[in-house]
């Protein structure tokens, strides 16, 4: 059984950094792709991140580009969000989520695409 389990969310103030967590279980991380989503208040769900096991890719959402890195670890089977300068904009629940396969520049944000998701982690910020 595949199982995502995000941490790692809080309250902090703009301009600081927060690290998140996605451990999974049920699959190895082999020719597949792990991204993070936000979903905001009223606003539909959007892709932050992602990387892909296939060759290391990593894509970002524009508007945290420079900002947020993402990362895994195999041996912990857990992929990271390391998130730096955040703004208010950047409050919203945030989502794991894993296909089989492999991704691109294009098609990495296409949350109908994911079959797996965790139950998502709440991230405020706010002064």
């Known amino acids: 059984q595949v199982q995502l389990v995000e941490s790692g969310g809080g309250l902090v103030q703009p301009g600081g950094s927060l690290r998140l967590s996605c451990t999974y279980s049920?699959?190895?991380?082999?020719?597949?792709?792990i991204a993070w989503f936000r979903q905001a208040p009223g606003k539909q769900r959007e892709g932050v991140s992602c990387?892909?096991?296939?060759?290391?890719?990593?894509y970002y959402a524009d508007s945290v580009k420079d900002r947020f890195t993402i990362s895994r670890d195999n041996a912990k089977n857990t992929v990271y969000l390391q998130m730096n300068m955040l703004k208010p904009e950047n409050t919203g629940v945030y989502y794991c989520?894993?296909?089989?396969?492999?991704?691109?520049?294009?098609?990495?944000?296409?949350?109908?695409?994911?079959?797996?998701w965790g139950q998502g982690t709440q991230v405020t910020v706010s002064s």
């Open positions: 989520a894993a296909l089989y396969g492999r991704r691109n520049a294009r098609t990495w944000g296409a949350s109908q695409d994911y079959r797996f």
């Open positions: 049920g699959f190895t991380f082999d020719y597949t792709a």
């Open positions: 990387i892909v096991s296939f060759d290391g890719s990593t």
